[in-house]
Structure formats: C-alpha cells, structure tokens
C-alpha cells in the first residue's frame, strides 16, 4: 500500500506561482516514475508531468516552460514548481505513481487562478 498527500494549493493570481508537494509513504521502496495530474472544472483528468526515478522530467505541451517537477527521495516526495499561471490552469491536482502494477492517487489539491 502507498499513501499520498498533496498539498500547496489555493487562489492566486494570473501570473503568480505556487508550488505544489506530493508526499508518500508506506510501500514507497518500488516508486519509480511520479507524476501530476489535473482535472479542471467538466474536464477529464490530464497528464501534466512525469519525473522518472532517474531524474528525467517530461511535460504536457500546456505547462512546458512554466511548470517544474522536482523530487526529494530523502523525503519522499514529488513538487510541482507552476510559475506564471494562467486561468485555464485551474483544476485540482493529484499526484499519482504505480507500484508493482497497481495505480495510487492522492486526494487532490485545489488550485484556482484568477484573471
């Protein structure tokens, strides 16, 4: 079993930032691969980014070179850097890793930006 608390949400700004954390634990020894999801308001639930365990980071098209995922294994813990936001990122985010074939999710954080 993994648990996994996000946490870093709340209303800005356009422009503004926030950063994001995604806390695991319990069987975390086999994550490999973190990501974040987000789902906006009458929207599927989308990729947002990935950061292996290696280190090597992707990102959807919408967030590349505003968004950074980062991680602390000591910590356990994935981040999400958004930088300059835009209404359309509104959405709750959830972080989510497979481990031994088995998909976790977060509870989500609710980030709301404002025009």
């Known amino acids: 079993q993994v648990q996994l608390v996000e946490s870093g949400g709340g209303l800005v700004q356009g422009g503004e930032s926030l950063r994001l954390s995604c806390a695991a634990s319990?069987?975390?020894?086999?994550?490999?691969?973190m990501d974040w999801y987000r789902q906006g308001p009458g929207n599927q639930r989308e990729w947002v980014a990935t950061?292996?365990?290696?280190?090597?980071?992707n990102y959807a098209d919408a967030v590349r070179d505003r968004f950074t995922i980062s991680r602390d294994n000591a910590k356990n813990t994935v981040y999400l850097q958004m930088n300059s936001l835009k209404p359309e990122d509104t959405a709750v985010y959830y972080c989510?890793?497979?481990?031994?074939?088995?998909?976790?999710w977060g509870q989500g954080t609710q980030v709301t930006v404002s025009s």
């Open positions: 989510r890793v497979i481990v031994m074939g088995r998909i976790y």
């Open positions: 950061i292996t365990g290696g280190g090597n980071r």
């Open positions: 319990g069987s975390i020894s086999s994550i490999t691969n």
